[in-house]
Structures are given as C-alpha cells and as structure tokens.
C-alpha cells in the first residue's frame, strides 16, 4: 500500500555528523520512534500525520553511529493503537530496546503480556489535540490500573498551558509517570516563571514523576539550529533542560526523538544533537545518570548497570 506523505513534511537528516561529545558507555536514546515501512505496517486511518518511512535498520544504523547502546522506541500516532512496527523493532534487536506502546480499554490481558515479553514497558498518554483525538480520562485511568500489574508505567505528552487542568489526573495515576520533553515549557518566558516553576513544583511534590529533557529543536524559538557544526544550539533551551538535570538527577532521561515527526522549521543534524547533552548535563555524574543509570533503572531493572 503506498502512503503520501503529509504535504511539507520534513524527512530525517540523512548523514548526522559525528557527535563530539562521547557518550557513556551503555548510554540510551531514551525516545525515538519507528515509522512503517508503510508498505509493511500501513499507517493508522485516524492518524492526523502521514510521516517519511523510519525503518528499525535506520533506527539502529544511527544508535550504532552516535555511540548509544541501547533505545527506548516510543509508538508514534501515525500507527494509532497498531503497535505490529514497534513490537517487530523490538524482537530484532536482540534485547536492546524496550518500547512505550498506546494501547486501548479493549486489550486483552493476554495481549498486554504479548506485548511485555516483546519489550513493551509503558504506555503512552498523549494530551496534544493537534496530534490525536481525545481519550476520556477514564478510559485512561481503567488502562492505567491494568498495567500496574506488569510494572509498567505512563509516558504523557502534553502542553506547558494544560498542566494546570490536567494536574489532578496526573496525580492520580498509579504508576511512574515520565513527562515527553519537560511539558513543551515556552522558553520564551523565564525558568523561574510561573509556568515553567508550576512543572518543577509538579516533580517536587510527586517522586514518582520523572521528565525526559529532550527535544530543543522542538521548544527553541531563538536558536542556533542544530546544523553546520553549530556546537552552541538551542542556547534558549538549555536553562530549562538544565534546571530539571541538576534537581532532579535520578528522574531525568534523554532522547533523540528520531525521525523528528511533524518539525515545521528545520530538520537537525542528529550529531549535533548529542552535542547540546554537556550543557544540560555539565558533570560526569550526571551526564552518567541521563544516559545510563535512569533509563537502566526504569527499562531495565533486570540488569545491573556495570
């Protein structure tokens, strides 16, 4: 079946550089996605995007190239609640990648356990309206209860605006709760403003809310772009990033978000990407818990961290 994709829509960066900065060994690209093959694993009928095909060999290719280990492989919502993609990257990688699956109320527990001996150790919430419909909360909130059972826990997507009207619900779940890119602050407004200080309070007050500091390209309004080399990228960015990394060491995770699904500006240099990690996290030891110990300790409790 062959897919065309959404008019504008900006592919993955063909030949990132090589990062300068070395990461840990064992590091974990905490959240990047799979897209089809669509020929092979059509997209979803619902889906508000139609992306570029992202393969796991691509996927891989670029683990392997800027130095990581291992992935943390997020359902993208172009496959909807199909997660066939995401489970077939995980059983190829022999075990060195765990997923984040969106699942529905009609799933059968047999099917939950399918998926958590494929690798599958969360689900994903997604509370951006230009990216999916919404789903009451209390169908949410039943999928939550269920996947206590497995040891899972939730990844929620939302918008800096709507943490106030969605705080009770986030508190409410059962389970670890790991924030996608610090709650999309405005970097624009101050670090200790109130919005951004409503998140940190959030992460204060709840220990078992943790927050990935990823995507600059994302939340960057003055830049520079993560291309030609740039080594100071997302300069606007980094206060935020930084805050959560250095009060919040053992709760923070990192990613690429490859393939980017959905950028309107600019496509970044992957590279260059991992090159804006030392700024956040300035010190051996925490750049040793972004990339390792964390993501370790959630995806794989299983194994010791050598």
Known sequence: MAFEKTPNWLDWYANPSKPNFKVPHGAVDAHCHVFGPGEQFPYAAERKYTPCDASKGQLFALRDHLGFSRNVIVQATCHGADNSALVDALKTSKGKARGIATVRRDISDAQLQELHDAGVRGVRFNFVKRLVDFTPKEELQEIAERIVKLGWHIVIYFEAVDLPE????????????????????????????????????????????????????????????????????????????????????????????????????????????????????????????LLVNNPMRLYWPEEEVK
């Not at 890119?181 to 624009?188: C, K, L, N, S, Y």
């Not at 109130?194 to 830049?223: A, D, Y």
């Not at 699904?261 to 996290?281: E, T, W």
């Open 166 to 289: 969605l705080w009770d619900f986030f508190t409410s779940l059962p389970t670890t709760i790991v924030v996608d890119h610090m709650g999309r602050p405005d970097v624009t407004k101050p670090v200790e403003g109130p919005e951004f200080q409503l998140f940190v309070k959030l992460m204060s007050e709840h220990k078992n809310i943790w927050s990935k500091v990823s995507c600059p390209e994302r939340l960057s309004v003055t830049g520079p772009k993560a291309l030609n080399g740039e080594q100071q990228s997302y300069k606007d960015v980094v206060p935020f990033a930084r805050h959560l990394v250095e009060h919040f060491p053992d709760r923070v995770l990192w990613g690429t978000d490859w393939p980017h699904p959905n950028l309107k500006d600019h496509m970044p240099d992957d590279g260059l990407l991992v090159d804006f990690i030392p700024h956040i996290a300035v010190t051996p030891e925490t750049q040793q818990k």
